[in-house]
């Protein structure tokens, strides 16, 4: 059984940067960790997962270029460097956790752990 842990969300002017952290305890090493977002009203969004061995990523085409994910295995750590933020990236953060064999679906129903989320606003 994993527990997922997000923190680093905050307020950021538009242009700005935010890191967050996605902490993991549990048997992570067969699961893909990826970062989902839901803005009020709108369905939830797969924007970046990472593999837990040899760190292949993917992203959506909406961060592509602005967020870069990646792990510390050993601090059972992901984190979310996101640069350039925009106002359409406020929304509330999830990480999730996915077994290995899915590979690098941005897909949420594959996903079977969550973390409980953390906002980010983006405004001036």
């Known amino acids: 059984h994993l527990q997922l842990v997000e923190s680093g969300g905050g307020l950021v002017q538009p242009g700005g940067s935010l890191r967050l952290s996605c902490a993991a305890s549990g048997f992570t090493r067969d699961y893909n960790i990826g970062w989902f977002r839901q803005a009020p009203g709108k369905e939830r969004e797969g924007i970046s997962c990472i593999t837990p061995s040899d760190a292949r990523t993917n992203y959506a085409d909406s961060v592509k270029g602005r967020f870069t994910i990646s792990r510390d295995n050993a601090k059972n750590t992901v984190y979310l460097q996101m640069n350039s933020l925009k106002p359409e990236d406020t929304a509330v953060y999830y990480c999730?956790?996915?077994?290995?064999?899915?590979?690098?679906?941005?897909?949420?129903?594959?996903?079977?752990?969550w973390g409980q989320g953390t906002q980010v606003t983006v405004s001036s």
């Open positions: 999730a956790a996915a077994p290995q064999r899915y590979g690098l679906e941005l897909r949420a129903r594959l996903y079977d752990y």
